[in-house]
């Protein structure tokens, strides 16, 4: 007999130890930790309790998943009502600029906007090369990752050369992408691809059906 010829047995006989209950304090095995032996009994509750404490780890990984969601579900709520009030481009841009720089602490925002109806003279209709808008043209989510879009770089000024990663999210017409949302950061680990990106793309829904209200 061999370890799998008892380990067979014992599955498909599960009244064993209900027939030979003295059993299972007479086996000995060696402690999973402290060295010695103790009953298979003891062995089992250890087992127990390292469940239990893998079950509460993970519990308390996903009661501050769901704290860190809510804090930013409000986040954004209190971006949107900022959005709706704005009766204009430049009240949108500049509620824009002010909740994601202070209200989301994203360090550098930038926006380009290019197919619209109506511009300003301002830094937000600097053209973009037609390289770029094939780019964003392709983006069916938000990139994250690292700062590799020197383009977007220029975007930022003399903060292109501290940026390490990026977030852009670009923004639609119905399927048409018209302009891109530019976030920046120092740290290479704010951004990066395999992140959540479900509020970064609502984010960028709202704003997009903002700015179209101004712009056409």
Known sequence: MNAQDVVDFLNTHPEFFDEHPDLLAQISVPHPTAGGTISLTERQLHALRDKLTAVQTKLGELVGFGEENDVIAEKVHRLTLALLQSESFETVTGSLYSHLLEDFAVPHVALR??????????????????????????????Y???ANQPEVLAWFGEAAKHIQSLA?????RDAQVFGMLALGSEDPQRFFPEMGTLYVERIGELVGASLLKHIG
């Open 113 to 142: 906007i290019w197919n619209s109806i109506l511009k300003r003279p301002s830094e937000e209709f600097i053209e973009v090369t037609e390289d770029f808008r094939f780019f964003a043209a392709d983006l069916h989510h938000p």
């Open 144 to 146: 994250c990752g690292l």
């Open 168 to 172: 852009l999210v670009p923004l639609r």
